[in-house]
């Protein structure tokens, strides 16, 4: 088997509830340290904190609250908290160092939720990007920049500066780590980002995306995206891909059924190592079905055949595609992944994460979308299984869930 290795996939699985509840309530689960809040809830009500125009607000609390505990002043470190959090609940600065307080002054209850919350908070804002220009972090004050850096990094890691690009409308941070490495970590402060930048949500956004796809002035616009993703447009976000794959449903050529069997035939070939009829004919697919993942992926892996070159494979426009889809989710009930084709949830489990296939099966969600269920093979007793979201899929044919080779 071969396994496609592209740098920067990291997939991070979260526990889940299995609902679609509004923002209220998922603030007061979030008041109430309940760790059934998936990243993506944590993101969105993070997200909605967020006030541009008072992002400074906060200026100076992390210093503010280094001093109280370099002064032994963890009452105070506690008044200073609980003020900062009554405005915006979701500072990490303001979490972190009331956790703190909380331990000095022999408070367990409130020491255990306040853990949970400062957790559930650091890795949503992991969970909402990579801290590079293309994929910036999002949080919800200025400030918690160094508070999550802090965090995040090992012991010893410095901020040498900090600057902020008023083109990208972000926040960089210039830090040295102990083995000397130097890095810059990029914070989104741009008052024109939207939720459907930082995660996906298919019942949100499936709809929306359609729709825009048929505007000619829309950014979303199907011709539009299509051009840039066929000229190898660097730009492309991540939602943008997304947006270009529901497009392409309501195009005339998704017809599934009529390319399973070129896709099978495609995989026959590479395993016979027929590479030259396999790229003929990856070719002639993505003519009609620019975006099908198996023919991207055989594109590119023939031509590296071929050419005996490593620059070929994977390609520009495979990485893209299977970067959007795992973007798009995290595999669970809430947040499946998205993809075009039923047999993408097999290509991203066997090709991309080198794992083995168990049982397969299908399903629905709470709001009747229709899932691919595959199990990933361990010897573990507790099996993993992936969901992937298919229900545009599925309204176009009855299709074959059996495995291929």
Same mark, same amino acid.
């Given at each position: 088997?071969?396994?496609?290795?592209?740098?920067?996939?990291? !997939?991070?699985?979260?526990?889940?509830?299995?609902?679609?509840?509004?923002?209220?309530?998922?603030?007061?689960?979030?008041?109430?340290?309940?760790?059934?809040?998936?990243?993506?809830?944590?993101?969105?009500?993070?997200?909605?904190?967020?006030?541009?125009?008072?992002?400074?607000?906060?200026?100076?609390?992390?210093?503010?609250?280094?001093?109280? %505990?370099?002064?032994?002043?963890?009452?105070?470190?506690?008044?200073?908290?609980?003020?900062?959090?009554?405005?915006?609940?979701?500072?990490?600065?303001?979490?972190?160092?009331?956790?703190?307080?909380?331990?000095?002054?022999?408070?367990?209850?409130?020491?255990?939720?306040?853990?949970?919350?400062?957790?559930?908070?650091?890795?949503?804002?992991?969970?909402?990007?990579?801290?590079? !220009?293309?994929?910036?972090?999002?949080?919800?004050?200025?400030?918690?920049?160094?508070?999550?850096?802090?965090?995040?990094? %090992?012991?010893?890691?410095?901020?040498?500066?900090?600057?902020?690009?008023?083109?990208?409308?972000?926040?960089?941070?210039?830090?040295?780590?102990?083995?000397?490495?130097? %890095?810059?970590?990029?914070?989104?402060?741009?008052?024109?980002?939207?939720?459907?930048?930082?995660?996906?949500?298919?019942?949100?956004?499936?709809?929306?995306?359609?729709?825009?796809?048929?505007?000619?002035?829309?950014?979303?616009?199907?011709?539009?995206?299509?051009?840039?993703?066929?000229?190898?447009?660097?730009?492309?976000?991540?939602? %943008?891909?997304?947006?270009?794959?529901?497009?392409?449903?309501?195009?005339?050529?998704?017809?599934?059924?009529?390319?399973?069997?070129?896709?099978?035939?495609?995989?026959?070939?590479?395993?016979?190592?027929?590479?030259?009829?396999?790229?003929?004919?990856?070719?002639?697919?993505?003519?009609?079905?620019?975006?099908?993942?198996?023919?991207?992926?055989?594109?590119?892996?023939?031509?590296?055949?071929?050419?005996?070159?490593?620059?070929?494979?994977?390609?520009?426009?495979?990485?893209?595609?299977?970067?959007?889809?795992?973007?798009?989710?995290?595999?669970?009930?809430?947040?499946?992944?998205? !993809?075009?084709?039923?047999?993408?949830?097999?290509?991203?489990?066997?090709?991309?994460?080198?794992?083995?296939?168990?049982?397969?099966?299908?399903?629905?969600?709470?709001?009747?979308?229709?899932?691919?269920?595959?199990?990933?093979?361990?010897?573990? !007793?507790?099996?993993?299984?992936?969901?992937?979201?298919?229900?545009?899929?599925?309204?176009?044919?009855?299709?074959?869930?059996?495995?291929?080779?």
């Amino acid at each position: 088997m071969r396994i496609i290795a592209i740098v920067g996939f990291l !997939v991070l699985f979260s526990i889940y509830s299995f609902g679609q509840p509004n923002n209220s309530v998922i603030f007061e689960r979030f008041q109430n340290a309940d760790t059934t809040l998936s990243h993506f809830e944590v993101i969105d009500l993070l997200f909605h904190q967020r006030n541009i125009s008072k992002m400074n607000k906060n200026d100076g609390l992390l210093e503010q609250m280094q001093d109280l %505990e370099k002064d032994g002043l963890f009452a105070e470190m506690d008044l200073l908290s609980k003020q900062t959090l009554n405005e915006n609940p979701f500072c990490i600065t303001a979490l972190f160092y009331r956790t703190v307080s909380m331990f000095y002054l022999k408070k367990p209850k409130e020491l255990q939720a306040l853990i949970k919350q400062t957790e559930m908070v650091f890795l949503a804002i992991k969970k909402s990007g990579k801290g590079t !220009v293309n994929e910036p972090y999002y949080i919800s004050d200025i400030k918690d920049a160094k508070a999550f850096i802090y965090l995040n990094g %090992e012991i010893g890691i410095h901020i040498d500066s900090m600057s902020f690009n008023k083109e990208y409308r972000q926040l960089y941070a210039y830090i040295s780590h102990p083995s000397g490495k130097k %890095e810059i970590v990029s914070f989104d402060f741009n008052e024109k980002t939207t939720i459907r930048e930082v995660y996906f949500d298919y019942h949100r956004d499936f709809q929306y995306y359609l729709k825009e796809s048929l505007v000619p002035n829309s950014r979303f616009n199907y011709k539009t995206l299509l051009g840039k993703f066929l000229n190898h447009d660097i730009s492309l976000k991540h939602n %943008e891909v997304i947006a270009l794959m529901i497009g392409f449903t309501k195009n005339e050529n998704y017809v599934l059924y009529d390319i399973i069997s070129l896709e099978r035939e495609i995989m026959n070939l590479i395993a016979d190592k027929e590479y030259n009829k396999a790229l003929s004919m990856s070719n002639k697919l993505l003519e009609t079905n620019p975006l099908n993942l198996i023919a991207l992926m055989e594109q590119g892996f023939s031509l590296m055949k071929i050419q005996k070159n490593k620059k070929y494979f994977p390609s520009f426009k495979f990485r893209k595609v299977c970067e959007a889809i795992l973007w798009s989710g995290d595999g669970s009930f809430t947040h499946p992944y998205f !993809v075009l084709d039923p047999i993408d949830g097999q290509i991203i489990i066997k090709y991309i994460f080198g794992e083995n296939i168990g049982l397969m099966g299908s399903g629905e969600d709470n709001n009747g979308y229709y899932l691919d269920m595959l199990e990933i093979e361990t010897k573990e !007793v507790r099996k993993k299984v992936l969901l992937f979201n298919i229900n545009h899929a599925f309204q176009t044919l009855i299709f074959d869930l059996d495995s291929f080779e």
